[in-house]
């Protein structure tokens, strides 16, 4: 089965520094992958999705992330982080299943 | 704002209980999913149902029973659950059960058993 990797359970950053929040895939056929945040006492919000064609995929909220099937990741980036993307954020991959196979997550916490 | 409205949001029941989740969506899905989220976990898949009919079940426990009245509603009925039990239940629609379709969560019930 399809599986996704984020290497950092918790990325502390201060406000309005770069941040990037790493995942990597895990497949030999063709892949589709989200990045989800969820606010705390919230669902699951969709940030971004890579279908396929241009690798560099843009979001909400200032988010992007880069495909590379080379090196089978899916990096989350945003240049400049605001106390309010202080959450949890779920890298997570489809393939022809049902279900949508989640990363353990990370928790960003961006300070003053 | 989430276009898939769970109710109730919050739910404390005693073990003996019967109680029932809602999810609704008028989005025009067609897939609709339940997830169970643990704390400081990834949800995980429970059910799916696509066009009304239930597709998968991920081996839960019968005490947890779907229900998929129209394309627009999703239930989720609970009956003698266990402690473990206690989570944040997620429901989900996505156009089709295609792989390329995102699914859309709504904002969950979290449930307590006592």
């Known amino acids: 089965a399809q599986s996704v990797t984020q290497l950092d359970s918790q990325v502390p950053v201060f406000e309005e520094a770069p941040v990037e929040l790493r995942c990597n895939y895990s497949?030999?056929?063709?892949?589709?992958l989200f990045w989800y945040v969820q606010y705390p006492n919230q669902g699951l919000q969709l940030l971004l999705k890579?279908?396929?064609?241009?690798?560099l995929v843009k979001g909400i909220n200032g988010f992007e992330a880069e495909f590379n099937k080379s090196q089978t990741s899916f990096h989350l980036r945003k240049p400049s982080v605001h106390i309010s993307d202080t959450a949890e954020y779920f890298c997570?991959?489809?393939?022809?299943?049902?279900?949508?196979?989640f990363g353990k997550g990370t928790s960003l916490l961006v300070t003053p | 704002d989430t276009e898939v409205t769970q109710t109730p949001k919050h739910l404390v029941m005693g073990m003996t209980n019967k109680k029932s989740l809602k999810c609704e969506q008028h989005?025009?899905?067609?897939?609709m999913y339940w997830y169970k989220q643990k704390a400081k976990k990834p949800p995980e898949l429970m059910f799916v149902y696509s066009y009304e009919k239930l597709s998968i079940n991920e081996s839960v426990p019968s005490r947890f029973s779907p229900e998929c009245p129209n394309s627009s509603l999703l239930n989720l009925h609970l009956h003698a659950l266990q402690p473990e039990d206690s989570a944040l239940y997620l429901c989900a629609s996505s156009l089709f059960t295609n792989s390329n379709q995102p699914q859309h969560f709504g904002d969950g019930t979290r449930l307590s058993i006592l």
């Open positions: 989005m025009g899905h067609r897939a």
């Open positions: 497949s030999s056929v063709s892949v589709y």
């Open positions: 890579y279908l396929s064609g241009s690798t």
């Open positions: 997570a991959v489809r393939n022809s299943g049902y279900a949508l196979n």
